[in-house]
């Protein structure tokens, strides 16, 4: 897709949907917005700014899903900190275990072991900061990090706690199965 066919997508509000006949989608907005920069297409032009406010409107670029979250924190937008911790180390647990990829749609795995490597490495690759999306982000938001996510229902709250627990070991080194899984995280992936 170019970015003509990009802006013959854009809704006459301003973002993109992720059908025809759609509502705006936040995700799809912000990741048209950064492939139209990265094209080089500069952002006081008519089509970005419609476009940021229509990001701004469906809640910024926080209210993006965990997948938009990975390729921003891949291009450097946004820190890995805003991504769900995805740990390789989920493909280490026995099938009994009330959390493991055999409980998860076949379509999921293929999501989750590769995230979980790009979660434990961290890749980034860096684009211009003038081919980037810093413009959305409010200096609230660059001073602060992301707000929490997610609902407030007992679920929600258990999977932030996990979020934060894991993110803590990460962060002091804690990851003593790390090679491990991430060999078996080749392994499942190669099969």
Same mark, same amino acid.
């Given at each position: 897709m170019c970015s003509s066919d990009l802006l013959r997508e854009q809704l006459p509000g301003g973002g993109w949907a992720i059908h025809p006949g759609g509502p705006v989608d936040v995700s799809a907005s912000v990741k048209a917005y950064l492939a139209l920069k990265i094209l080089g297409h500069d952002r006081h032009s008519e089509p970005l700014v419609r476009a940021r406010r229509a990001i701004t409107a469906a809640g910024g670029p926080w209210a993006v899903n965990s997948f938009t979250r990975f390729y921003l @924190? /891949? /291009?450097g937008q946004m820190s890995y900190d805003a991504c769900p911790a995805v740990p390789p !180390?989920?493909?280490l647990l026995p099938r009994w275990f009330p959390f493991n990829l055999d409980r998860v749609s076949a379509w999921s795995r293929t999501m989750i072991v590769p995230l979980s490597l790009i979660w434990a490495f961290k890749p980034v690759r860096r684009i211009e900061p003038g081919r980037g999306i @810093? !413009? /959305?982000f409010s200096p609230e938001d660059l001073r602060g990090g992301p707000p929490a996510t997610g609902g407030n229902d007992a679920w929600a709250r258990f999977f932030r706690v996990v979020d934060r627990v894991v993110k803590a070991c990460d962060a002091l080194g804690i990851r003593? /199965?790390?090679s491990r899984a991430v060999a078996e995280c080749r392994r499942w992936m190669l099969e």
């Open positions: @924190a /891949l /291009l !180390e989920m493909v @810093a !413009e /959305l003593p /199965l790390r």
